[in-house]
């Protein structure tokens, strides 16, 4: 079965460079969710998606910002990297009418 | 803003014994789902509650939701050693936003 994609899968930056993480959802998903987990952190929840229209919005730093594309695949863009960026970014989809999310391999992000 | 706490943090068993891990919302939960992070792994979902007393089981797993949507629990009988991971509740407010709040997590750790 199908599952979620990011990309990339790792990625280095310098403080204040940016980086953007693209999200493919399961197809036929409408909602996508963006989470930051830290190291031994739970996925903290940044911000959603559904039918194209942010839906909902979480601890999200001014700096990032994102949106979903009219094939319903995601992007985070996230500006001014500092060290604390560091983690753990996991995109999830779930079907029309359903909580369950299906949660892709993420992308690790280092900030050096 | 909604806190979900889950006890312990950390559980070491020996293989075969019994594991539970409690979570505690804040707020009372419109439902509450469970998932499964395998080391170095995603998240994964095991199952969604909705009713207020609802018991589900799934082979040697048991999941309660509380009367009162506000706390819930998973029970592994008879644990294997691939049932190490990190247990994570989400709740879902049952006022306002869909957002999921992620529990703290339980990591379980197997001793063969």
């Known amino acids: 079965a199908a599952g979620v994609i990011q990309s990339p899968r790792h990625l280095i930056k310098e403080k204040r460079e940016t980086a953007t993480l693209k999200c493919y959802p399961i197809?036929?998903?409408?909602?996508v969710y963006w989470y930051q987990q830290g190291p031994g952190q739970d996925p903290q929840f940044l911000i959603s998606?559904?039918?194209?229209?942010?839906?909902d919005k979480g601890s999200i730093p001014d700096r990032f910002s994102a949106q979903q594309f009219s094939d319903y695949h995601s992007e985070l863009n996230m500006s001014s990297l500092e060290l604390g960026d560091s983690a753990l970014y996991f995109c999830?989809?779930?079907?029309?009418?359903?909580?369950?999310?299906?949660f892709g391999p993420g992308t690790r992000l280092t900030v050096t | 803003g909604q806190q979900v706490m889950q006890i312990p943090q950390y559980q070491h068993v020996q293989e075969g014994e019994d594991f539970t891990t409690y979570c505690n919302s804040s707020?009372?939960?419109?439902?509450i789902q469970w998932y499964k992070q395998r080391p170095g792994g995603h998240p994964v979902f095991l199952i969604q509650?909705?009713?207020?007393?609802e018991v589900k089981k799934q082979k040697r797993l048991t999941f309660q939701f509380g009367e009162a949507k506000k706390n819930s629990s998973l029970h592994i009988t008879a644990t294997q050693t691939t049932d190490v991971g990190t247990y994570f509740c989400?709740?879902?407010?049952?006022?306002?936003?869909?957002?999921?709040?992620f529990g703290t997590g339980t990591r379980l750790t197997i001793i063969p």
């Open positions: 999830a989809s779930s079907r029309p009418s359903s909580h369950e999310q299906y």
């Open positions: 197809p036929r998903h409408d909602t």
């Open positions: 998606f559904y039918e194209k229209m942010q839906s």
């Open positions: 707020t009372t939960l419109s439902n």
């Open positions: 509650l909705v009713k207020s007393g």
């Open positions: 989400a709740g879902r407010a049952i006022f306002g936003n869909e957002k999921l709040t």
